[in-house]
């Protein structure tokens, strides 16, 4: 499989992790509200956004699994996982929960939980953050080469020149950084 | 109409070819577009570092956007148009987050007004300026193009958002195809998601989900696919040669933004449309439209 993760991490089912660890209630709740509300408790576990996950075919992410462990309060293993971190974001199993459990925000509470526990956290985000702080973009104005392998960039194209931000972004950016309850 | 426009990231600093070809064709129908007077990112890339952040770009753009004291907001990329979206309900609920927010910008010095009007390329043209409007507009019909729609993912989930079209069977980008001649074909894969968000963390998966449905696409016989999002095309376009080596085949989709294909239908140059810019085979379908 590409890029799983190692061996033991993507294989563990429910019962390992449950036989594992122990339930972290205090965690759970916290989870629960980030997400804004008790939804999470309402899962029955149809199976829905599983089954139609864009990230199960290649990467093994069971978003049924993910809600019923913090349900149960099993999520001191998950911030640690590299399985958080698979979802394309595709928004499928919001749309598609009868229950609105809502698994693509949870995912996204797990991650936040993973920085802020200091825990393996793709690089690829950490990079977009002080990308972010230094131009007010996450990404940098590129030189394309054209089909006819003309290099051109936006003045090039005779595209309107825009502007950073001003200085007071930088200050309240870092200032949002620290808030922990979204 | 005059109306203000959030690019967001992708768009002004590489996907140039969609900034072109809107500014090429919203003039056709009497829409002026301000830019912001600051580019930022809307959040989107770090609300898995941090949502609060993210969600405060996002409050931050929208406030930009009314300082403008325009009315309506143009947001063409899918994925800043959720974020947007998402972070406007969280202050319209008037959460404690909201509130933070609100807060936050007063230090900037920037005001927020809840009642700017979102629009995405898709429903502009489609609601806004309307069927019957672009078919008119046209002068050079897209007749005997077959193409396949790809509509990404943000603009149509979740619904309680407010999304620009149905969750399940989004039809509106097939009928603003139909309404320039071309013929749009149907195709199980038509919902399946570009990857591109894996493109921090897991890009061979990222590549291979592009690949599968490229190469799906491709199995169509079809004269190439036809986008509305610049990560998508980020993903089906700049890197479709990458995305087949993952899947083990050789690629050679046409892949072209909406508006390119409608500055094409309404007579205006490829290369102002920059379709020069595209990576993937294009010539193929202009050859096919003049032919």
Not at chain 2, 9 to 29: D, G, K, N, W
Request: one cysteine or more; aromatic letters at 6%; charged letters at 25%.
């Amino acid at each position: 499989m590409l890029n799983a993760a190692p061996k033991g991490e993507i294989d563990l089912g429910l019962c390992d992790l449950m036989s594992m660890a122990k339930p972290n209630v205090e965690v759970r709740d916290k989870i629960l509200a980030r997400i804004g509300g008790k939804e999470l408790v309402n899962c029955f576990q149809c199976v829905k956004c599983t089954s139609g996950c864009t990230a199960l075919k290649l990467l093994e992410l069971k978003p049924h699994e993910i809600i019923k462990l913090v349900n149960l309060g099993f999520v001191d293993e998950l911030p640690s996982s590299d399985i958080i971190w698979t979802c394309v974001t595709c928004l499928k199993c919001v749309q598609r929960c009868p229950q609105k459990a809502s698994p693509y925000h949870v995912i996204i509470a797990l991650r936040n939980l993973a920085v802020e526990r200091e825990a393996k956290v793709p690089e690829g985000y950490l990079k977009a953050v002080s990308q972010i702080l230094e131009t007010g973009q996450v990404d940098t104005y590129q030189k394309i080469v054209t089909r006819n392998m003309e290099t051109v960039d936006r003045e090039r194209l005779k595209l309107p020149k825009i502007c950073q931000p001003k200085e007071s972004f930088q200050t309240v950016f870092m200032k949002t950084m620290e808030e922990k309850t979204a | 109409m005059k109306m203000a426009v959030f690019w967001g990231c992708c768009i002004l600093t590489s996907q140039y070819a969609y900034e072109m070809s809107i500014r090429q064709v919203l003039p056709h129908f009497g829409i002026e577009l301000v830019d912001l007077p600051e580019a930022i990112c809307c959040g989107d890339p770090i609300k898995s570092v941090n949502t609060f952040s993210a969600s405060y770009l996002a409050a931050r753009a929208l406030s930009l956007a009314s300082s403008t004291g325009l009315e309506d907001l143009l947001v063409p990329c899918n994925r800043c148009h959720f974020t947007l979206s998402e972070t406007k309900k969280t202050i319209r609920d008037n959460t404690k987050t909201g509130q933070k927010m609100l807060g936050l910008l007063g230090e900037e010095g920037l005001k927020y007004d809840a009642n700017i009007k979102m629009w995405h390329t898709i429903d502009l043209l489609h609601d806004y300026v309307g069927l019957k409007r672009i078919e008119k507009a046209v002068t050079k019909p897209l007749k005997g193009l077959k193409v396949a729609a790809h509509v990404g993912c943000q603009i149509i989930r979740y619904t309680d958002l407010g999304r620009v079209d149905d969750a399940e069977n989004p039809k509106k980008l097939d009928e603003l195809i139909n309404a320039l001649g071309a013929e749009v074909v149907e195709y199980p894969e038509k919902l399946d998601c570009c990857g591109a968000a894996l493109l921090r963390s897991h890009v061979d998966s990222a590549l291979s989900l592009a690949g599968s449905k490229l190469k799906a696409v491709q199995n169509l016989q079809a004269d190439g696919m036809v986008v509305s999002c610049p990560e998508c095309q980020l993903m089906f376009d700049a890197k479709q040669k990458d995305a087949g080596t993952t899947v083990g085949a050789k690629l050679h989709v046409p892949v072209v933004y909406y508006t390119q294909l409608l500055g094409l239908a309404l007579g205006i140059d490829g290369k102002k449309l920059g379709l020069d810019l595209n990576q993937s085979p294009v010539d193929q379908l202009q050859a096919k439209i003049c032919a």
